[in-house]
RNA sequence: GGCCCCAUCGUCUAGUGGUCUAGGACACCGGCCUUUCACGCCGGCAACACGGGUUCGAGUCCCGUUGGGGUCACCA
C-alpha cells in the first residue's frame, strides 16, 4: 500500500508552493490506489492551532484534495498532530541513546558558539569536539551539578558517505563529514523536528516522502535517524521549488510587496483587489495576497483551473497536452515526468487557465458560483432568491466569456441599482452624451422603445436598425450614446442585451435621466 | 564561505545522439472581425549560458567555467 503525506504546520494561510507539494502527494498517492495523508506539523509553543488550521483545511477542501487519514476524519494511525506524539518521540530519543546513536551533550551554547568561531577562524569545516558529550552516568551527575543541562545530539557518523536514490534526482550522496551532531531532544525535552517528522513518517507507514528540495540536504541525517532506529527508508522525490514570477527566488509570502512591481503579478492582484473591495473582504491582511490559495477563492477562480495550473508547474505529460481533468491528472501522473529545476510562477498563464475554464462552464453551473458574490456586495436585496438567480443568470448568459472569475459579475451593477442611482461615468458623458446631435437623436430612439412589443435583444436591435435606415445615419452615431444613457459607462455587455436585461421601463426612465442631465 | 542542486524562447515546457533550419502553450507585436469591452481567427517576434572534449554526428553524453538557487539552529 502507497502512502504519502503532506506535513503543514498550522500558519492560518496555504501557500502555493505548498500546495502544489500536496497536490504532487495526492495524485501519486490516488494513482496508486493508495492513501494520501494530512499531518499537522504543529509546535507546542504555537496557540491557536485550531484557528490556524482551519483556513488551510478549507483550502484543500476546496482544491478538492482530499485525505485519508488526518485532522477531521481521524484515521487508524493517529493522532495526527504532532504535539501529540510527544511520547512516540521520547520513546525513539530514548532508543538511539541507547544504542549509542545519540548523546547527552552539556554544553552551554556559548561553548559551541565558541567552537564554531574558532572552525571558522582557522577555516576548517566545524565539527563539534564531543567535549560536553556525557560519557558515563558520573559525567552527566557532576554537569548537572553545576546546574548544567543537557540537550540530546546525534552521534553521526564522520567517515564515509550517505548515499540514497531519489526519485527525482536520482542517485545522491553527501559525505557524513558534512554533517554535525544535531540536537534531536532540547533541555526541556520536546524534541526537534528531524526527529519527529522521521518518527511520524514511519509510524504512519509513509512509503513515499514526496517534499520540497529544501529538504534535500537534510536528508542524510533524517536517514541516519531512520536507520539508526531500524526502520525501512522510504523512497524520498525531492521537488523543485516554485521561484518568483520573473526571478529564480523562492516564492515568498513575504515579498508582496516586490512582487506588485512585477505586472502580470500586480494585474493579478489588482483584479482581485477590485473584487475582494466590492465585497467587503478584508484586503490588508497576509492571506489576501496572490501567493496564499485564500486569494483565489475569495476572487472567484475555478479551483481546477489552479490546479490544472499548478500540475503544469514542475510537471508536464509531453509536448502540447495542457488540459486535464482530475481523473486524466491520476491517471497521468508520474514523478519521472517532474523537472529537476525550478519553475517560476507566471500570474498571466494561471489567469489564461482560468480563463478557459471559466468560459466552458455551462451557464447552470456558473450562476450559483457568481449569485454568491452579488449577495456578499450587497446588491439585489430587493429581489427574491429566484428573481436574483434569474437576472444573474441573464447577466452571465449575455456577458459570456468577459465573466473570467466569479467576481467578474460585479463588473455590472448597472444591472442591480435602481434606475435613479445609476452611476454615470463623467467622462464617458462628457465624450458620448454631449456629442452634438447624440441627445436629439436618442430623444427619437427612446420614443420608438417606449413603445416596443416584445421587449427582447432580437426586436430592439431590429427597431434600432430600422432605425438607422430613417435617420441615415450609421450605428456608431447613437449606439455609444446610447449605451452611456443606460448603462452609465462606454464599456459593458452587447448592447441589445443590456436593454433586454433592463427592460422596456428601465431603459425608458434611464433615457430619460441622462437626456435629463445635459 | 563549506556542502549540495539546477541550467532550451520573457515564462511554463517538449526534446533520453541523427527525423532540430528546435515543437507546443502563456505573454508580446501586427492584421481581420466588430456598437464598446471581451472573445475568436490569421500572421509574426523569440531559446539550446559559455568553453573544451567523446562521436561520423551533441540541445541530448563527459569535464570545466559562468550564472542561479538551496542548505548549513536547542525553526518547521
Known amino acids: 500500500m ?37 499531518r499537522i506539523d504543529d509546535t507546542d509553543q504555537q496557540r491557536n492551532v485550531t484557528e490556524a488550521l482551519q483556513p488551510i483545511l478549507d483550502g484543500f477542501r476546496w482544491l478538492g484534495i482530499d485525505w485519508d487519514e488526518g485532522p477531521d476524519v481521524g484515521g487508524p494511525y493517529g493522532p495526527y498532530f504532532q504535539s501529540q506524539r510527544q511520547t512516540r518521540h521520547e520513546a525513539a530519543v530514548k532508543q538511539l541513546l541507547d544504542s549509542g546513536h545519540a548523546y547527552r551533550d552539556y554544553a552551554l551554547p556559548e561553548e559551541l558558539q565558541a567552537e564554531r568561531e574558532a572552525a571558522e577562524a582557522a577555516k576548517r569545516p566545524f565539527t ?8 558515563t552516568e558520573a559525567d552527566a551527575a557532576r554537569w548537572e551539578a553545576d546546574g548544567r543541562a543537557a540537550v540530546v545530539r546525534l552521534k553521526m557518523p564522520r567517515t564515509g558517505s550517505c548515499r540514497f536514490h531519489d526519485q527525482i534526482r536520482g542517485d545522491v550522496e553527501f559525505q557524513w563529514s558534512q554533517e554535525q551532531d544535531h540536537v534531536i531532544q532540547r533541555a526541556d525535552g520536546t524534541c526537534l523536528y528531524h526527529l519527529a517528522n522521521v518518527v511520524d513518517d514511519h509510524d504512519f507507514a509513509i512509503t513515499h516522502v514526496i517534499r520540497a528540495v529544501e529538504h534535500l540536504s537534510n536528508t542524510p541525517r533524517q536517514v541516519f535517524i531512520a536507520q539508526s532506529l531500524g526502520y525501512e527508508l522510504p523512497q524520498y522525490a525531492h521537488l523543485p521549488y516554485v521561484a518568483e514570477p520573473g526571478s529564480a527566488n523562492k516564492l515568498s509570502k513575504r515579498k508582496l510587496d516586490k512582487y506588485l512591481k512585477h505586472p502580470d503579478f500586480k494585474k493579478l492582484y489588482e483584479h482581485g483587489l477590485r473584487i475582494a473591495r466590492a465585497i467587503g473582504h478584508a484586503t490588508t491582511g497576509e ?24 500540475l503544469l508547474l514542475g510537471w508536464s505529460l509531453d509536448d502540447k497536452t ?13 514523478l519521472e515526468r517532474v ?32 449569485v454568491p458574490f452579488v449577495r456578499q456586495a ?36 448597472e444591472f442591480f441599482c435602481a434606475d435613479e442611482q445609476l452611476v454615470m461615468e463623467p467622462k464617458d458623458v462628457e465624450k458620448r452624451l454631449r456629442k452634438p446631435g447624440a441627445a436629439e437623436l436618442l430623444r427619437r430612439f427612446r420614443d420608438m422603445l417606449a413603445e416596443l412589443e416584445p421587449f427582447d435583444a432580437a426586436t430592439v ?39 433586454a436585461i433592463l427592460g422596456r421601463q428601465s431603459t425608458v426612465q434611464r433615457i430619460d435621466r441622462a437626456l435629463q442631465l445635459l
Request: charged share 20%; glycine share 8%.
Open 287 to 310: 492571506t489576501f495576497n496572490p501567493v496564499i490559495v485564500d486569494f483565489y477563492r475569495t476572487v472567484g477562480y475555478l479551483p481546477s483551473a489552479l490546479v490544472n495550473y499548478l
Open 128 to 135: 563539534y569536539s564531543r567535549r560536553w558529550m556525557a560519557q
Open 339 to 370: 523537472n529537476k529545476s525550478p519553475a517560476s510562477f507566471d500570474p498571466l498563464k494561471l489567469w489564461a487557465f482560468q480563463q478557459r475554464e471559466m468560459v466552458a462552464l455551462p451557464l447552470d453551473q456558473k450562476v450559483p458560483l457568481l
Open 461 to 499: 436591435e431590429a427597431l434600432l436598425r430600422s432605425f438607422l435606415e430613417r435617420e441615415q445615419i450609421q450605428i456608431g452615431e447613437i449606439i455609444h450614446a446610447l449605451r452611456v444613457a443606460t448603462t452609465g459607462k462606454s464599456v459593458g455587455l452587447g448592447m441589445f442585451d443590456a436593454l
Open 322 to 334: 495542457e488540459q486535464f481533468t482530475r481523473a486524466e491528472m491520476i491517471e497521468h501522473f508520474t
Open 2 to 38: 502507497i502512502r504519502t503525506r503532506f506535513a503543514p504546520s498550522p500558519t492560518g494561510y496555504l501557500h502555493i508552493g505548498g500546495v502544489r507539494t500536496a497536490l504532487f502527494n495526492w495524485l501519486f498517492a490516488r494513482q496508486h490506489g493508495g492513501q494520501f495523508i494530512l
Open 378 to 413: 450587497g446588491w439585489g436585496a430587493a429581489l427574491r432568491p429566484a428573481e436574483l438567480d434569474d437576472r444573474v443568470r441573464q447577466i452571465a448568459g449575455a456577458a459570456g466569456d468577459r465573466i473570467k472569475a466569479a467576481g467578474d459579475i460585479l463588473d455590472y451593477p
